[in-house]
C-alpha cells in the first residue's frame, strides 16, 4: 500500500517527441527575446517599470511547450493575464497587509478566471506580481495592468501564432468541435452513427467536473484513432496494398478533356489520377469535375453544353478548359501501401472522398482505392473475424 502510494509521486513519460520538445525551447527563446525588444522599444527609454515580468515565463511553457492546451490559447493568455493583474492590483491599493492582500488577489483571480474562461495558470504569478512586486509596481497602480501586463501577454501571443503555424504546429486550437456533413444534410456523419458521438463526448467531459488540460477537438482526434486501434486488433492487419486495385488507368495534366472522358467512359470508372512524368500524383479529375465545368447544374441543353465544354478548342487562346489539369481539384490526398484500410473510413465515410489514390515510399502511383474496394475490405475483415471467433471457440 505505501509503495502505491509513494509510486503517485513518479512522473509519468513523456510522450513528446524531441522534436516536440526542441521546438518548444526554441520557442520559448524567440518568443521571449521578441517580447521583451519589442516591449522596451514601445515603452521608451523613460520606461519606470520593467518590460519584462517573470510569470512571463510560464505563460511561454504552455504556448510553446503545449500549444494545444485549452490554458495556452489567445484568449487564456491574454483574458487570464489581464484580469489576474487588475485583480492584483485591486487588492493591493485596498488592503495594506501584503500577507493578506496577496492569498486573496490568488483566489479571487483564479476565481475571475474560470467566470471569464481564461484559466491561465502564469494569472496567479501576476496577481502575487501586483502586490509583492515592489515599489516600481506599486507606484505603476493599474498602469501596470496594461503596461507590462496586457503588453506583454499580447506580444508573446502574436510570437506564438507564428513559430507555431511556421512549424506546423496548428496554433489558436479550436476549442469546440463541428464535424460537418459532407451532404449537407441532416444525418450524421456515417462514422458517428455507430461509433462515439460529438454528445457522448460532450456528456462524459460535462460529468467529468474537472478542468481537463487537453483541447476539445485533441479528445475527439484521440477517441477516434483509439476506435480505429481496436478495430485493427479486433479485425487484423489488412493494409491499402491488399486491397487497391493495381491497373490503374491514369492521365497527365496536358491530357485533352475529351481523351480523358472517353477513358472513363471505356473503362467504367469514376475518377482518373493525374499524373507527373516520374509517376506522382499531382491530383485526382473526376466525371464529377466535369459535370461541375460543363455547369450541368442547370437542366436545358444539358447534352450540347457538356459536348461543347470537352470538344477541342482550334483557337490560340481559350477562354475555357481544355486539359484535365485545369478542371481538377487543387487538394489531393493520397496513403502510403502500408495505410490500414481502417484509416480510410474517416476520409471516404465523413471527408467524402470516392477515390484515394495509393503511393509507394517515393510518392509514385502504385494503386487506388474506391468505396467499393473499402467495403470489400470490411466484409473480408468481418469474415477473418468470425473465423477467429469459431476457431477459439472450438478450442
Excluded at 69 to 84: D, F, K, M, Y
Excluded at 179 to 203: C, F, K, Q, V, Y
Excluded at 266 to 273: F, W
Excluded at 361 to 375: A, F, K, N, P, Y
Aim: proline share 6%.
Amino acid at each position: 500500500m505505501r509503495q502505491t502510494w509513494l509510486r503517485a509521486f513518479l512522473p509519468a513519460a513523456m510522450s513528446a517527441s524531441r522534436t516536440e520538445r526542441l521546438l518548444g525551447c526554441c520557442g520559448a527563446l524567440v518568443g521571449v527575446l521578441v517580447t521583451g525588444f519589442l516591449c522596451t522599444w514601445l515603452a521608451g527609454p523613460a520606461a519606470s517599470t520593467p518590460m519584462l515580468i517573470a510569470p512571463l515565463g510560464a505563460s511561454a511553457v504552455l504556448l510553446f511547450a503545449v500549444p494545444g492546451s485549452p490554458l495556452a490559447q489567445p484568449w487564456s493568455i491574454i483574458g487570464g493575464n489581464t484580469v489576474s493583474a487588475l485583480v492584483g492590483v485591486t487588492c493591493a491599493q485596498w488592503i495594506g497587509d501584503p500577507l493578506l492582500a496577496a492569498p486573496l488577489a490568488a483566489a479571487l483571480a483564479i476565481g475571475a478566471m474560470f467566470a471569464l474562461r481564461c484559466l491561465h495558470p502564469p494569472g496567479g504569478a501576476i496577481a502575487l506580481t501586483a502586490v509583492l512586486g515592489g515599489p516600481a509596481v506599486t507606484a505603476a497602480k493599474y498602469g501596470f495592468v496594461l503596461s507590462p501586463v496586457a503588453l506583454n501577454s499580447a506580444v508573446l501571443m502574436l510570437a506564438a501564432i507564428a513559430f507555431n503555424n511556421a512549424t506546423r504546429r496548428p496554433y489558436p486550437h479550436a476549442q469546440q468541435v463541428s464535424r460537418s456533413n459532407p451532404h449537407e444534410t441532416a444525418d450524421r456523419n456515417p462514422t458517428e452513427r455507430l461509433g462515439i458521438r460529438t454528445e457522448d463526448l460532450d456528456a462524459v467531459m460535462r460529468d467529468y467536473h474537472a478542468v481537463l488540460d487537453v483541447s476539445r477537438d485533441d479528445l475527439d482526434e484521440l477517441v477516434q484513432k483509439a476506435e480505429m486501434h481496436a478495430y485493427r486488433r479486433r479485425f487484423g492487419e489488412i493494409t491499402c496494398a491488399d486491397v487497391m486495385s493495381r491497373d490503374v488507368v491514369a492521365v497527365q495534366f496536358g491530357t485533352p478533356l475529351a481523351e480523358a472522358w472517353r477513358l472513363l467512359r471505356r473503362h467504367d470508372i469514376r475518377a482518373l489520377p493525374v499524373l507527373d512524368p516520374a509517376r506522382r500524383v499531382i491530383g485526382m479529375v473526376s466525371d464529377v469535375d466535369f459535370m461541375r465545368n460543363a455547369e450541368l447544374d442547370h437542366f436545358e441543353g444539358l447534352g450540347a453544353r457538356f459536348r461543347q465544354s470537352i470538344r477541342r478548342l482550334t483557337t490560340v487562346h481559350a477562354e475555357r478548359p481544355e486539359v484535365v489539369g485545369q478542371i481538377m481539384p487543387r487538394t489531393i490526398r493520397t496513403v502510403a501501401e502500408t495505410t490500414h484500410v481502417a484509416e480510410l473510413v474517416p476520409l471516404m465515410a465523413d471527408a467524402g472522398f470516392r477515390h484515394v489514390p495509393v503511393v509507394d515510399g517515393h510518392r509514385r502511383l502504385s494503386g487506388i482505392i474506391s468505396q467499393s474496394d473499402l467495403i470489400a475490405a470490411l466484409y473480408r475483415g468481418g469474415l477473418n473475424s468470425e473465423e477467429a471467433g469459431e476457431q477459439r471457440k472450438a478450442a
